[in-house]
Nanobody, 124 residues
Framework: QVQLVESGGGLVQPGGSLRLSCAAS????????MGWYRQAPGKQRELVAR???????NYADSVKGRLTISRDNGKNTVYLQMNSLKPEDTAVYYC??????????????????WGQGTQVTVPS
């Protein structure tokens, strides 16, 4: 079983910075993607950023240039460096892991895991 443990959330003033961390443990196949989603009150959960096992990244348009995702494969950990934070970044941030037991993304059994969530609050 895979477990994801998040840390780093909190309260920060507009323009400030935070760094979120998510450490994964358990059976993680070599083809995988780690990412961050967020959910604000009354809104749907949305993808913030994702990095694949071959270091391909993608970001939500709303965070490009302010948030940076990175990973340490040796530690099975993904980070989200959050700079120039805005009130609209306030949300619960969830770590996400997709791992594929197979030879490629399209040939294998895909499994998805979620962290418990960490609150990020940027007051207006």
């Amino acid at each position: 079983q895979v477990q994801l443990v998040e840390s780093g959330g909190g309260l920060v003033q507009p323009g400030g910075s935070l760094r979120l961390s998510c450490a994964a443990s358990g059976r993680i196949f070599s083809i995988n993607a780690m990412g961050w989603y967020r959910q604000a009150p009354g809104k749907q959960r949305e993808l913030v950023a994702r990095v694949t096992s071959d270091n391909s990244t993608n970001y939500a348009d709303s965070v490009k240039g302010r948030l940076t995702i990175s990973r340490d494969n040796g530690k099975n950990t993904v980070y989200l460096q959050m700079n120039s934070l805005k009130p609209e970044d306030t949300a619960v941030y969830y770590c996400n892991l997709i791992t594929v037991d197979g030879s490629s993304w399209s040939r294998g059994i895909r499994r998805e895991y979620w962290g418990q969530g960490t609150q990020v609050t940027v007051p207006s």
